[in-house]
């Protein structure tokens, strides 16, 4: 089954640009109609989507983050990538990669990545 | 956005109680709503998506209904393994976005 994977580094300063990967097995991010999304969590809190793209290149995106976020995909490398521009403790959380699932109109997040832990730090 | 409002933010309760969860839209969502479980330090996983359709793999315990603005998780007989926080999500228009979460604890 399709399995995701986040990568990247767990501390960022502030300021700077966070970049995460995640990494596709089981499934190829270019077959369907899927998006492929993030989410992140700062602790003890709840839930933001970030973001999505599909493999043919079109995104949305969290308009509250829209002026510092960009997700694009590699098909060839069956990932897709985060980068956060700018970034404040604020952005410190668990960020999550997931699977826009989806049948007729209805989209859900299945499955989703283990989740990684950035800590945005001097 | 969409706004996303649960209630109670947490509940108590024992094993083989009945525990329903809400979820109110600030606008209407047909029956584009998710719901999620999760336990401390792992991801989220759906439990019910389109408001009532049970996604694979996941007890029959679980329900969901509703649709417009007012939804609920209703989980039928709790066990062990059900003390999570649940989110629920709307999928109708992006941003997607969850409700702030409803931590089940044990009484």
């Known amino acids: 089954q399709v399995q995701l994977q986040e990568s990247g580094p767990g501390l960022v300063k502030p300021s700077q640009t966070l970049s995460l990967t995640c990494t596709v097995s089981g499934g190829s991010i270019s077959r369907g109609h899927n998006y492929w999304s993030w989410i992140r969590q700062p602790a003890g809190k709840g839930l933001e989507w970030i973001g999505r793209i599909h493999s043919s290149g079109s995104a949305n995106y969290n308009p509250s983050l829209k002026n510092r976020v960009s997700i694009s995909a590699d098909t060839s490398k069956n990932h897709f990538s985060l980068r956060l521009t700018s970034v404040t403790a604020a952005d410190t959380a668990v960020y999550f990669c997931?699977?826009?699932?989806?049948?007729?109109?209805?989209?859900?997040?299945?499955?989703w990545g283990q989740g990684t832990l950035v800590t945005v730090s001097s | 956005d969409i706004q996303m409002t649960q209630s109670p933010s947490s509940l108590s309760a024992s094993v083989g109680d009945r525990v329903t969860i809400t979820c109110r839209a600030s606008?209407?969502?047909?029956?584009?709503l998710n719901w999620y479980q999760q336990k401390a330090g792992k991801a989220p996983k759906v439990v019910i998506y389109a408001a009532s359709s049970l996604q694979g793999g996941v007890p029959s315990r679980f329900s969901g209904s509703g649709s417009g603005t007012d939804f609920t998780l209703t989980i039928s007989s709790l066990q062990p393994e059900d003390f999570a926080t649940y989110y629920c999500q709307q999928s109708d228009s992006l941003p997607w976005t969850f409700g702030q979460g409803t931590k089940v604890e044990f009484k």
């Open positions: 997931a699977r826009d699932e989806v049948r007729a109109l209805d989209y859900w997040f299945d499955p």
């Open positions: 606008q209407s969502i047909s029956n584009f």
